[in-house]
C-alpha cells in the first residue's frame, strides 16, 4: 500500500533542481539495467526475481510469497514471472516437505551464471556512475537540510 504524502513546505528552485538531478540519476541507472536484462533475453522484472532469489539470504530458499513481498507484486504476479524463468530453464521449484502448499524457488546454475554475468555488469555501472548518483543524492540531503523548519528535527 502506498504511503500518503504528508503535507510540507514549498520546496526552493535548488531544491527541486536536487531533487531532479537525483531522479535523473537514478533513472539512467535503471535505464542501464533494463537494457542489460534485455541483452541477456530477460525481462527487467526476471532479472529483478532471479536477484531477489540470490539475494534472499538464510539457510533456505525463498518462497513464492517472500519473492512477492520482496519486488512489491502481487503473489499471482510472482507465480507468473517464475513460470517464464523455469520455462528458460533458469529457476526451480521445490515443494515443502513439511507444507505442500509451500514452495521455495532457487536458481539453476544457467540461472547463477545468467545473473552473474548481470549482477557485475552492475556492478561496473555502479561503480562508473556511482559517484555521480551519491553527488546528488547528497545535494538533494543538504538542500532538505538547509531549509527545514525550525522544531523539525524534533517532529521526525
Same mark, same amino acid.
Given at each position: 500500500m502506498p504511503r500518503k504524502v504528508r503535507p510540507t513546505r514549498e520546496l526552493t528552485p535548488a531544491e527541486y533542481q536536487a531533487l531532479g538531478a537525483f531522479r535523473h540519476q537514478i533513472r539512467?541507472?535503471?535505464h542501464?539495467?533494463?537494457q542489460a536484462a534485455k541483452a541477456e533475453d530477460l525481462e527487467p522484472q526476471q532479472h529483478q526475481m532471479l536477484l531477489a532469489i540470490r539475494a534472499c539470504g538464510g539457510p533456505f530458499a525463498p518462497t513464492v510469497g !517472500?519473492?512477492?513481498e520482496n519486488l512489491l507484486i502481487r503473489h499471482h504476479s510472482a507465480v507468473g514471472l517464475l513460470d517464464r524463468l523455469a520455462e528458460q530453464g533458469l529457476v526451480e521449484r521445490v515443494k515443502s516437505l513439511v507444507d505442500g502448499r509451500q514452495v521455495s524457488v532457487s536458481l !539453476?546454475?544457467?540461472g547463477e551464471t545468467k545473473l552473474r554475468r548481470l549482477s557485475g555488469a552492475h556492478r561496473e555501472e555502479l561503480r562508473r556512475a556511482g559517484p555521480v548518483l551519491v553527488a546528488?543524492?547528497?545535494?538533494l540531503l543538504r538542500q532538505g537540510e538547509r531549509h527545514k523548519a525550525p522544531g523539525a528535527a524534533e517532529r521526525d
Open positions: 539512467l541507472f535503471l542501464f539495467s533494463e !517472500t519473492l512477492a !539453476t546454475p544457467k546528488a543524492l547528497a545535494s
